[in-house]
């Protein structure tokens, strides 16, 4: 599907631009074996990310999407895992295929380029960095940036206004319901890749604008 030229990209980090999964697969594994609980491996751990970290961590210790661990073994596992995780934010994690050639044509092209992901700034300007792609954006909106996180449309509308742009005029790229809810909320359209961290659902469900394949294709589908 075309989708009108925008004049401002947000991107959401992991899933879409980065694979996090093995470093907070890593880290979800030395936690249980910290607590003396059973690992869960990588594979499980990709089912699970996607909707922040103290999520993440309930999903690991209960083995559910949305269970409610006991409070006191929660208390003690958040703090193992943010330490874990701040000293391993960017070992084992790399960009997906696409990534920085999508971002280098995009600026090029004089698009304004923003990330917004629902990861704790304390972890994303660090990946960023880590992994070279702080120069291509002009604004970073974390997940606590603002009271509020995806799929709220808040983050959106603030990068927005940001740089007084109408949301008619800005476009989401991202890996899951989250980032269309988002988009949705926020009157951006909304494009999606299949790759991503969607809970093993298939993207094109939450009905996209549009679905490519890597960020390459972003530019061929405007007019």
């Known amino acids: 599907m075309a989708l009108a030229k925008p004049q401002m990209i947000l991107l959401d980090l992991d899933g879409t631009l980065v694979d996090s999964v093995p470093d907070l697969a890593y880290c979800v594994d030395e936690m249980m074996a910290r607590l003396g609980l059973a690992p869960h491996g990588e594979a499980r ?60 044509g995009l600026q090029q092209g004089g698009y304004t380029l923003a990330c917004v992901t629902n990861k704790a700034e304390r972890f994303t300007l660090p990946l960023l960095a880590d992994l070279d792609l702080s120069r ?3 604004l970073v909106v974390s ?3 603002l009271p509020t996180k995806k799929p709220d449309p808040a983050p959106l509308l603030h990068a927005a206004n940001r740089f007084g742009l109408p949301p008619t005029s800005c476009l989401m790229v991202g890996d899951s319901v989250n980032d269309v809810k988002a988009a949705r909320a926020a009157g951006f359209a909304v494009a999606c890749v299949p790759y991503g961290y969607n809970h093993g659902r298939d993207i ?20």
């Open 45 to 104: 751990v990709r089912t699970w990310v996607g909707n922040g970290v103290e999520r993440l961590v309930k999903r690991a210790l209960t083995g559910e999407m949305e269970a409610e661990p006991e409070g006191a073994a929660y208390d003690r596992a958040l703090p193992i895992f943010l330490d874990l995780y701040a000293a391993n934010t960017s070992q084992r994690s790399a960009l997906f295929p696409g990534v920085r050639e999508g971002l280098e």
């Open 136 to 138: 291509y954006f002009e």
């Open 143 to 145: 997940g606590d940036t």
């Open 204 to 223: 094109r469900e939450a009905v996209p604008d549009a679905v490519i394949e890597t960020l390459t294709e972003l530019p061929a589908l405007f007019t």
